[in-house]
């Protein structure tokens, strides 16, 4: 069974104090990616990654930055956080293209 | 366009009754894959389903099923005699075809009331 493990699941901090929320698979998946999931503005793509050394921006990439320098894992990285970057976070790992995608268990950061 | 739409933005029914969920998307490919998830209220994201355009006939597992119909752009989702537990957002996705992710609709909150 596929296992996606983020951590933190809550996390609450200030403007500009960086931050690195993990992600790790048990499923040695090659693609890997991140979400943020927002009221009204749905699910959207931050970065993804289609194998080690390899990342991608994805449709709100602004603010974050990624490393892929594992298979395994794939942290989200926020050099300088704000508050509009308070949101829920999933990271997600897949198969192939038309594979499903499995979610961590969500990551629910606060930036004051 | 690649939209996803399900125009339902909140459903509430009463236990035991079947209630059905509406995703209507649009495509240029002919062939490509459909999704379902389930968000509870815990927050997690969770896979239901995945349909192929070959494959129209309907899957039922337990008491969910699935309605794909080509000719409407349609995956229609429905729950049959509905449980508290099954109180949810319900996502239809479908992935890009220019870029590397899955296109959501907004989501259907579901509440079933006891």
């Known amino acids: 069974e596929a296992q996606v493990t983020q951590n933190p699941r809550y996390l609450i901090t200030v403007t500009g104090k960086k931050l690195t929320v993990t992600c790790s698979q048990n499923m040695n998946h090659e693609y890997m990616s991140w979400y943020r999931q927002d009221p009204g503005l749905g699910l959207r793509q931050i970065y993804y990654s289609m194998n080690v050394e390899v990342t991608d921006k994805g449709d709100v990439p602004e603010g974050y930055k990624v490393s892929r320098k594992e298979k395994r894992n794939f942290p989200l990285i926020l050099e300088s956080p704000s508050p509009n970057q308070t949101s829920l976070y999933f990271c997600a790992i897949r198969r192939n293209y038309n594979s499903p995608l499995h979610f961590g268990n969500g990551t629910r950061l606060t930036v004051t | 366009a690649q939209k996803v739409t399900q125009a339902q933005t909140e459903i509430s029914v009463v236990e035991k009754e079947d209630v059905t969920l509406d995703c209507v998307y649009e495509t240029r490919d002919t062939t490509y894959y459909l999704f379902w998830y389930k968000q509870p209220p815990s927050g997690e994201l969770v896979f239901l389903i995945r349909?192929?355009?070959?494959?129209?006939q309907n899957e039922i597992s337990g008491r969910y099923s699935w309605n794909f119909q080509k000719s409407t752009s349609s995956f229609n989702f429905t729950i049959t005699a509905s449980q508290v537990v099954d109180s949810a957002v319900y996502f239809c996705a479908r992935p890009s075809y220019n870029t590397d992710k899955l296109i959501f609709g907004t989501g259907t909150r579901l509440q079933v009331f006891p």
């Open positions: 349909r192929n355009s070959f494959d129209e």
